[in-house]
């Protein structure tokens, strides 16, 4: 009641406060279709890629002088268009953002704006600052904040306790692999050492929810991983843009399921080599469980950082 966070458990409760919310949540997203994009079927409108841009070249001068969102990130359009065609529980991947998509995102937005708030007013205040960043917040070095950050999980992630229990299961190790994991799939520049400010925050707790949002979809049997059964079930959901990032063949799913299982089993992009013609020929003996390092690792690979800054900020 009246939280504005998303909780990600196994038990799904509504207060009317948040019923209200998604209503009126609802009727924005309504009238911001009908705005931009183009009617797919009788009174239901969608909106491509295209349409979303001149959303954003509309939206962002004013969104930058309100400090929402930061005009120089590179993208900033694509990038929003793909988490929500991909990473809400009503995502299709299928390249159009229709009103169940941008309905679910726009709580996800809400969620992601409290949770960022809450990260940053615990974390950078007890770090040296290193400038003022354009959401009016500061930058500080990037590891004081992961000192502060991830020493305190299950505070900063107390609406995942999937993700809190996993990273806690980790050992040292595997926690250090699972912040850069992070780091590369969050942060504006990947995981550098650039310092950190409100935008890449808000990148860890979005990545939060994105990573959730696959898990509390496909791990069907809620054992904490996937399995090459729950994964050819996500499938189609990153068919789209895999066959964008890999000039595939739309029309060949083989190869694509054997691209994408291959990317989320070994976790990295693969060759036409002897061992990707070996897992593609073997198709009847995968075995996977991936765990949600596994998607970490995935959402890693999908992302492209900027390149580094020539000095500083």
Same mark, same amino acid.
């Given at each position: ?9 196994? *038990?799904?409760? !509504? ?7 998604? /209503? ?8 911001f279709?009908?705005?931009y ?11 491509d890629e295209?349409?979303f841009?001149e959303f954003?070249?509309?939206?962002l ?5 309100? $400090?929402?969102?930061?005009?120089s990130?590179?993208?900033?359009a ?8 991909? *990473? ?19 709580? !996800?937005?809400s969620? #992601?704006?409290? &949770? ?12 040296p600052e290193?400038?003022?960043d354009? *959401?009016g917040?500061?930058?500080?070095? #990037?590891?004081?904040?992961e000192s ?26 595997g ?16 995981? %550098?050492?650039?310092?950190? &400010?409100? !935008?890449? #925050?808000?990148?860890y707790?979005?990545?939060? /929810?994105y990573?959730e ?10 054992n ?10 996500a499938?189609p959901?990153f $068919? ?9 063949d739309?029309?060949?799913?083989s190869i ?5 299982t291959?990317l ?6 693969p $060759?036409?080599?002897? /061992?990707?013609?070996?897992?593609y020929?073997?198709r ?6 991936? %765990?949600?390092?596994?998607?970490? &690792? ?14 500083g900020?």
């Amino acid at each position: 009641q009246g939280e504005r966070e998303v909780s990600f458990s196994a *038990f799904q409760e !509504y207060s009317k406060s948040y019923l209200s919310l998604v /209503h009126a949540m609802n009727l924005v997203t309504d009238r911001f279709l009908k705005a931009y994009g183009s009617e797919v079927s009788a009174g239901r409108f969608a909106l491509d890629e295209a349409q979303f841009e001149e959303f954003f070249d509309d939206f962002l001068p004013m969104a930058g002088e309100l $400090k929402i969102l930061d005009p120089s990130i590179t993208d900033l359009a694509l990038k929003r268009f793909r988490d929500i065609d991909l *990473f809400t529980l009503a995502s299709d991947g299928n390249g159009k953002i229709d009103e169940r998509e941008t309905t679910y995102f726009m709580t !996800y937005a809400s969620s #992601i704006g409290a &949770g960022t708030e809450r990260s940053a007013a615990a974390t950078l205040p007890a770090c040296p600052e290193m400038g003022p960043d354009p *959401f009016g917040t500061v930058f500080v070095d #990037i590891g004081c904040f992961e000192s502060q950050y991830f020493s305190d999980v299950a505070r900063f992630w107390e609406p995942f306790p999937g993700l809190v229990g996993f990273y806690s299961s980790l050992d040292d190790n595997g926690k250090r692999a699972a912040q850069g994991q992070m780091a590369a799939g969050a942060r504006r520049y990947g995981n %550098s050492n650039q310092p950190i &400010g409100t !935008y890449d #925050i808000q990148g860890y707790v979005g990545l939060a /929810h994105y990573i959730e949002s696959l898990m509390f979809r496909y791990d069907r049997n809620r054992n904490g991983s996937l399995s090459v059964e729950e994964l050819l079930i996500a499938y189609p959901m990153f $068919k789209r843009l895999l066959v964008q990032m890999g000039n595939l063949d739309p029309k060949n799913d083989s190869i694509a399921q054997a691209v994408f299982t291959y990317l989320v089993k070994y976790q990295k992009v693969p $060759k036409v080599d002897a /061992h990707f013609i070996w897992w593609y020929l073997t198709r009847p003996f995968w075995k996977i469980n991936a %765990s949600r390092s596994a998607i970490l &690792g995935l959402i890693s690979k999908l992302t492209v950082p900027e390149p580094l800054p020539d000095s500083g900020r």
